[in-house]
């Protein structure tokens, strides 16, 4: 009841944040909202959506949705959503726009004014399989960060935690198969464990036993959030949906406070 009422807050908020009450037009072997993605480039580059309809016919969405998922994996999220991708024919696809620092930049500010923040409920990510992850968050249509929720009236933050190491396998045991939205640098960037007092979060859903931090603002120099007091409204993790999920905040987030380095060894 208290995310549902978060959540509820977040499409009120004129922040942009629009609410999926479910999966309908998710693709789990893309891992994309491609009605999101395409309405942003559509109101951003009403030019080259027209290109690719008098080119391509039919098959126009089919086209951009298999490019788009290409640089993806080539990529990566964070790229894509920073650079956009190459297209040939249709130059740069821009995928995101980043907070404008000078707000006389009318094209930049269109950019970022026309991004669309979608959250999810209920997402079925398995390409074979019914499991689902209770929230996916989207930029675009592209997906950014999924999240488990726990109440602590019958369960703990550790709960959520221990649900991703055991259960949200990008790669299936025993079968293989592949859940793209898990995937560590094509898919969703950050992985959250939410409760009413704590948040942990990883970035990556390894094989093994993947490794959680802490995502929670401290208390008073100890781990953890501050504990509710007398009079308060909400709950010590309320900072996640009253400031992370701020617009200019959660794009300024994917856009500049998020490095990626890779190693060979």
Request: net charge neutral; proline share 6%; aromatic share 12%.
């Amino acid at each position: 009841r208290y995310i549902s009422k978060k959540i509820a807050e977040l499409a009120a908020s004129g922040q942009g944040w629009r609410v999926s009450p479910d999966d309908t037009g998710f693709d789990a072997m893309s891992a994309l909202y491609m009605p999101d993605f395409i309405e942003y480039v559509n109101s951003i580059a009403p030019d080259k959506i027209k290109k690719m309809q008098d080119n391509w016919k039919g098959n126009w969405e089919n086209n951009l949705r298999l490019a788009l998922v290409k640089a993806l994996e080539v990529d990566g999220t964070v790229s894509v959503l920073r650079n956009g991708f190459q297209m040939a024919g249709y130059n740069t696809i821009i995928c995101s726009g980043h907070v404008p620092n000078d707000p006389r930049l009318p094209k930049q500010k269109m950019y970022y004014d026309n991004n669309i923040l979608r959250v999810m409920n209920q997402v079925h990510y398995q390409t074979a399989g019914n499991k689902s992850l209770d929230l996916v968050f989207f930029i675009n249509g592209i997906p950014v960060a999924t999240a488990e929720i726990k109440t602590e009236l019958t369960q703990t933050v550790y709960d959520a935690i221990e649900e991703y190491q055991q259960e949200r396998k990008p790669i299936e045991p025993g079968t293989n198969r592949k859940n793209y939205l898990l995937f560590y640098k094509r898919g969703a960037v950050v992985h959250f464990a939410i409760s009413e007092s704590e948040i942990w979060m990883c970035p990556i859903l390894s094989p093994d036993k993947p490794k959680f931090l802490p995502f929670n603002e401290g208390n008073d120099g100890h781990a953890g959030n501050p504990p509710m007091q007398p009079g308060d409204t909400d709950y010590p993790t309320g900072y996640f949906w009253n400031k992370i999920c701020q617009k200019e905040n959660w794009i300024r987030i994917f856009h500049n406070f998020i490095f990626v380095k890779e190693e060979r060894k």
